[in-house]
């Protein structure tokens, strides 16, 4: 990355507590553009908090989150956080593509309809556009075919491939992925790893939270490993998952593999 790029994304400092438990203990992360980053951990470590304080479903206790550059939540006045009216938080998240573990369609609406609805509704897009682009995003997860549908009617992997196109559709700078196989029979997992990699291929920044070593290894740039709300580790997938420094990291892949 030169001096003068922007990150898809920085996080500074970033504590996060749910009552008297802080799950984050400020953590400070960059993502290049066109990264993927895979961040792994044991259940409880602070994952998926991590993936909810990036577009602020979760407000930080302290540090800040910059996507593209842009302060996610807040505005800065002489150093001091003042929280954004929620029409504009709204706004900036759906900016921001997420990839739900357990896909969080809309079972009242189509698939189309699922598409497009943020980039319609949030980002007030013409709606002929949005639907030319969100077919051609169906088409490139392979469930063209499937548009009219509605989500009860469809496998998981043909209902997180959806997910995915939605994602897609708001034009991102960056995706955040929840687990997206964790709700999936073994054998569709494949069918949306494979989706996943060709998304890497594309440039859009990716932070994906997994218990897939092996995808991790296969499609990672840089692979976190968060432990206790801390990052504990983090580098290339040959030296986090095949030669790791720190024996929190060394103990939990053994454990995995």
């Keep these: 990355m030169t ?5 898809a994304v920085r996080v500074t400092g970033v504590r996060k507590s749910f009552g008297r438990t ?3 203990h400020g953590i400070d992360l960059t993502v290049r553009a066109g990264e993927v980053v895979a961040v792994i951990g044991p259940s409880g470590s602070g994952k998926s908090t991590l993936l909810r304080v990036l577009n602020h479903l979760e407000p930080v206790d302290a540090g800040t989150v910059h996507i593209d550059g842009e302060l996610i939540g807040y505005r800065l006045r002489r150093d001091v956080l003042y929280p954004l009216p929620d029409r504009v938080v709204r706004e900036q998240r759906s ?15 189509t698939v189309l309809d699922n598409v497009t609805l943020a980039p319609v509704a949030a980002q007030r897009r013409d709606r002929r556009e949005v639907e030319r682009e969100a077919k051609a ?3 490139r997860v392979g469930i063209g075919e499937l548009a009219d549908a509605y989500p009860r009617r469809l496998s998981g992997g043909q209902q997180q491939r959806v997910a995915i196109a939605r994602a897609l559709a708001v034009r991102p700078r960056v995706i955040l992925f929840d687990e997206p196989t964790s709700a999936l029979d073994p054998e569709l997992v494949g069918e949306v790893l494979d989706v996943i990699r060709d998304l890497a291929e594309d440039g859009t920044a990716l932070v994906i939270v997994t218990h897939e070593i092996g995808f991790a290894r296969e499609v990672a740039d840089t692979v976190v490993f968060l432990d206790a709300g801390v990052i504990v580790e983090q580098g290339p997938p040959a030296e986090v998952l095949d ?6 990291t060394r103990a939990f892949l053994s454990r995995v593999r």
């Design 3 to 7: 001096a003068l790029e922007t990150p």
């Design 22 to 24: 802080e799950i984050l």
């Design 95 to 109: 900016r921001i593509g997420f990839v739900f573990q357990q896909f969080n369609l809309f079972p009242h609406l």
């Design 137 to 139: 995003l169906l088409e």
């Design 243 to 248: 030669n790791p420094n720190h024996p929190r």
